[in-house]
Nanobody, 125 residues
Framework: QVQLVESGGGLVQAGGSLRLSCAASGRTFSSYAMGWFRQAPPGKEREFVAAISRSGGITSYTDSVKGRFTISRDNAKNTVYLQMNSLKPEDTAVYYC?????????????????WGQGTQVTVSS
């Protein structure tokens, strides 16, 4: 089973960009579909952001980030990325990456068995 560590969060002004990274341990990273979710405020249900299939050929996004965020992965580096452009204050949240066995990039958090610790993204207006 993989372990996940996110990085790249921070404070940015509205309209700015950030790139989140999620590094996975283990040699089987390419056997997992990967997803990004976010949670704001604490205690609220985690919201789907983006997901990608094992090879990267299939991606999915929530409507509010389409055209602004891009999910990608580098299986040689055991890393999945979330490039976030044109950030808005409503994107402020803790961002989590997650892994699920299989190819389908599910949008449902219950389909993901492994989660990182999260990284805070704050967008100021």
């Amino acid at each position: 089973q993989v372990q996940l560590v996110e990085s790249g969060g921070g404070l940015v002004q509205a309209g700015g960009s950030l790139r989140l990274s999620c590094a996975a341990s283990g040699r089987t990273f390419s056997s997992y579909a990967m997803g990004w979710f976010r949670q704001a405020p604490p205690g609220k249900e985690r919201e789907f952001v983006a997901a990608i299939s094992r090879s990267g050929g299939i991606t999915s996004y929530t409507d509010s980030v389409k055209g602004r965020f891009t999910i990608s992965r580098d299986n040689a580096k055991n890393t999945v990325y979330l490039q976030m452009n044109s950030l808005k204050p409503e994107d402020t949240a803790v961002y989590y990456c997650a892994a699920r066995s299989g190819n389908y990039p599910s949008t449902e958090s219950v389909q993901y068995a492994t989660w990182g610790q999260g990284t805070q993204v704050t967008v100021s207006s």
